[in-house]
């Protein structure tokens, strides 16, 4: 069993950055996928970012490339988005997700375990 506890989020201004953190516990193994999504009021949840455990691979999706860092930090057990230069539109909750087995996905289906999320509000 893993467990997924997201932090870091709040209100922001537009051009602002923010560090998510996605604090891991439970057994986890190089093998697994750590995804990034959001959900913003009336829309479907969406993928943000993915990186494998060990810290290789990393996608994401055309919305926040070049803006968003997804790392992992295995000592610490905890897998990070670094979001700079945020928009209006950024405003969302940000859940991280596991994957067990398999490669990237950006599917929500696709993962096992979830976090409960953390709100993002950037104003402009």
């Known amino acids: 069993q893993v467990h997924l506890v997201e932090s870091g989020g709040g209100l922001v201004q537009a051009g602002d950055s923010l560090r998510l953190s996605c604090a891991v516990s439970?057994?986890?193994?190089?093998?697994?996928?750590m995804g990034w999504f959001r959900q913003a009021p009336g829309k479907e949840r969406e993928f943000v970012a993915f990186?494998?455990?060990?810290?290789?691979?990393?996608v994401y999706d055309d919305s926040v490339k070049g803006r968003f860092t997804i790392s992992a930090d295995t000592a610490k057990n905890t897998v990070y988005l670094q979001m700079n230069s945020l928009k209006p539109e950024d405003t969302a909750v940000y859940s991280c997700a596991a994957r067990r087995t398999g490669g990237v996905t950006k599917y929500p289906l696709g993962y096992d375990y979830w976090g409960q999320g953390t709100q993002v509000t950037v104003s402009s």
């Open positions: 439970g057994r986890t193994f190089s093998s697994y996928g």
């Open positions: 990186i494998f455990w060990s810290g290789d691979s990393t």
